[in-house]
């Protein structure tokens, strides 16, 4: 294909974005940036491939600018970039593809219903990766626009790492762990093989931890588990979402505290996490900066439960060779990663103080037993090369 690919990563309260040119099978990055902070006060920051800012907008007050109205002046931006080279297509993130979707498909009609009928899987995420595919279908009917699932990286898991402890019909109907973060982990598992490749062949846990967390398990590249399941709740302690608990505990909050189910989504997905335990913020650089017990709790629990964690995954790979740390908390907060790989010092980790702080490529000590890495995650690249590679294939 010829023309330049436009990837879109919608959340709830940020939309990134990267444009790539195409040429020779690859994509290559040429601008990109982010619009935050939507709902309250919209902000949008573009960057050309050496980093330098190339414009910067702000929406001052405007709290209520839809997605759908910011993306179009996104859009508008982004055809403007490169007049020279059209958009020939966009890919987007799409958390949840069910049981249905296990690689990238070209979107049309019939298919963005049959999404929209997981948007109750992950309430948080998946009406605005949709929205996103509706505004751009209204403003350029004819573009082909890719969808990539976060769950189609884990779709080959192992059976046991699928399965649900609950009466099976309700497996059959697709109540199964799917997990997420896809497209940062296949990411971080090719990063791997360039960068390290007597690594990427090993026992690899990647720790994806950002306002959404997580941890893949991966064996020669592939993902064998992961802390997310049927939804992005499970497994670590995230900014607002709880992580694993005690499904007891939610039936109580129903059953005798008087909360609805609605209100329940809201507890578990908005208000818990480290937003709830520290009462203070979902950020971890705010907590960081507290001297509020409450604080310094909430950060021993984030700790303690990626910790957790990450010793469950040891289970489906026999051991550990490798640790990687990615995304905002990942790549940025050498003191959250010191108190993580100091929970994990009985599997014989340890980190070169320095290089942790430097926020080096390799992080771990000389004599430690696991290889501990840091590599940027790169989502929107992904969405990039999958969007070619199936636009190449069938054009
Ligand atoms: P993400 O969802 O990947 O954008 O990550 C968001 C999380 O990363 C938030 O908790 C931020 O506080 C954290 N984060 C981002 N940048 C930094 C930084 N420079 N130092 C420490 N934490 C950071």
């Known amino acids: 294909m010829t023309g330049a690919i436009l990837s879109i990563n919608s959340g709830s309260s940020s ?73 020939a297509a966009v890919g987007h993130r799409v958390v949840h593809g069910g049981t249905g979707f296990t690689a ?17 899987l992950a309430p948080l995420h998946q009406p605005h990766n949709l929205a996103a595919i509706r505004a751009i279908a209204r403003l350029a009917p004819c573009l082909p626009q890719v969808a990539c699932f976060d769950t189609a990286f884990h779709a080959a898991m192992p059976d046991v790492a699928t399965r649900l402890p609950i009466p099976r019909k309700y497996g059959e109907q697709g109540i199964r762990r799917y997990g ?72 109580h909050l129903v059953q005798h505290m008087g909360l609805s189910a609605a209100e329940a989504e809201a507890l578990l997905y908005r208000e818990s996490g480290l937003l709830g335990l520290s009462g203070l913020s979902s950020d971890i650089r705010t907590l960081h900066a507290s001297d509020d017990p409450h604080a310094a709790q909430a950060l021993e629990s984030f700790a303690w439960s990626a910790a957790r964690q990450a010793a469950g995954l040891c289970v489906s790979l026999g051991g550990l060779d490798t640790l990687v740390f990615t995304a905002g908390i990942g790549e940025n907060d050498a003191a959250m990663r010191a108190a993580i790989v100091d929970r994990l010092g009985w599997l014989g980790a340890a980190l070169d103080e320095d290089a942790n702080r430097r926020h080096a490529a390799v992080i771990s000590s000389a004599q430690s037993q696991v290889n501990v890495l840091v590599i940027p995650t790169d989502e929107e690249v992904m969405i990039a090369r999958h969007t070619q590679r199936l636009l190449a294939g069938s054009g």
């Open 180 to 251: 997420f973060h896809g497209l940062s982990y296949e990411y971080i598992a090719q990063a791997l093989q360039e960068a390290h490749p007597a690594l990427a062949g090993g026992r690899v846990i990647a720790a994806h931890l950002g306002n959404g967390a997580s941890m893949c398990a991966m064996h020669g590249g592939r993902s064998v588990d992961t802390t997310m399941g049927f939804t992005a709740l499970d497994g670590l302690v995230m900014g607002t979402r709880s992580g694993a608990l005690d499904p007891g505990a939610v039936l």
């Open 104 to 120: 990238p498909v070209l979107v049309d009609e019939a298919i963005l219903q049959q999404l929209e009928g997981l948007c109750a």
């Open 15 to 87: 939309i990134k974005f990267g444009l790539f040119e195409t040429g020779d099978g690859h994509v290559q990055y040429a601008a990109g940036g982010k619009l935050e902070k939507i709902g309250i006060s919209p902000r949008l920051d573009v960057r050309d491939r050496a980093g330098d800012v190339i414009a910067t907008r702000e929406w001052v007050g405007k709290a209520d600018l839809t997605h759908e109205t910011l993306l179009e002046d996104l859009f508008g931006w982004a055809q403007e970039h490169l007049p020279h080279r059209p958009i």
